[in-house]
């Protein structure tokens, strides 16, 4: 090599570590918002453009907004940090349920979301009740879980929105009917909440 060239090879060697850099540096802080940072569960804000998208797209699918029961006295009790170890140890079963079929998220505090696309209702109904079983078996100390489902002609073609608050108000009536239960969304419900 000439020593121009020495000097260009040089140049192109640095101008392509920087790129490199930069690509996996982007990419990391794309994964930082996608995810939340403690459950590592995927953030809200990738679950509402997520489902958004799928909406248009999925002939049936489930929506299931989940609440831990009496979370602010297990943090009362046993502190924050142990609060959020129970958080981590929902989240990684969530991850064990529902698998690859769809995804789940942290949706603040103590509530966390699932949705799974191209899901019949009746397999709704299964896996949501599998998760509020489940949860109490594997949390230490135990916690239980209410949620509100969202499913099948309910929510074809509506905006995400809409399905989200439906999802919250059969989650209302679960806590409201004694916890530790699911609750489809059904319309009567928006003439008692």
Known sequence: FSFD??????????????????????NQLQEMVDHDHL???YARN???EYVES??????????????IDNFKRVNDTYGHQVGDEILVQIADQLR???????????????EMAVYVPNISPDEAIILSNRIV??????????????????????????EFQTIFLEADTALYHA????????CIFNEAMLLHS
């Open 54 to 67: 799928a909406l248009k797209n999925d002939d049936c699918g489930m929506f299931l907004l989940l609440d």
């Open 133 to 158: 079983e489940v949860i109490p078996e594997v949390t230490n100390p135990r916690v239980t879980i209410s949620a509100g489902l969202v499913t099948g002609n309910e929510y074809q073609k509506q």
């Open 39 to 41: 459950t590592k569960l």
């Open 5 to 26: 060239s020495f000097k260009l090879m040089q140049s192109l060697i640095h101008h392509s570590s920087l790129a490199i850099a930069n690509s996996t540096l982007r």
């Open 96 to 110: 064990v349920l529902v698998g690859s079929r769809g995804i789940c998220a942290r949706w603040g505090g103590e």
């Open 46 to 48: 990738y679950l509402d």
């Open 175 to 182: 806590k409201k009917n004694g916890k530790n239960q699911v």
